[in-house]
């Protein structure tokens, strides 16, 4: 089981575990990437609350730091991934395929 980590966002406390994470443990020194992946169809206000999570977690102002965030939406046809780093959204892309 991971580890779980607490994060404030909008000065509330939050606890949780990562989906997946690339990292030295027991040390912030090393932390290099954090996904949260989650489906098509899952609630938005979930969806969004995984963005807030990455973007606290990227932080430079936060504890964490970690180098970079994916957000990770899986659809039956589809991803859909966006790249955060230093707290911001940097980037979203878009993949289909077709049968």
């Not at 406390?13 to 027991?26: G, M």
Request: charged fraction near 35%.
């Amino acid at each position: 089981m991971g580890e779980t980590k607490t994060i404030y966002i909008n000065d509330f406390e939050y606890s949780f575990v990562p989906d997946l994470i690339i990292h030295r443990r027991k040390s912030n020194k090393n932390n290099l990437l954090v996904i949260e992946f989650k489906k098509e169809n899952a609630r938005e206000e979930d969806k969004e609350y995984d963005k807030k999570k990455l973007i606290a977690l990227t932080s430079e102002e936060k504890f964490f730091k970690y180098n970079f965030g994916l957000y990770v939406e899986l659809g039956r046809n589809k991803v859909k991934v966006s790249v955060y780093q230093n707290g911001n959204l940097c980037e979203d892309l878009s993949y289909s395929i077709s049968y």
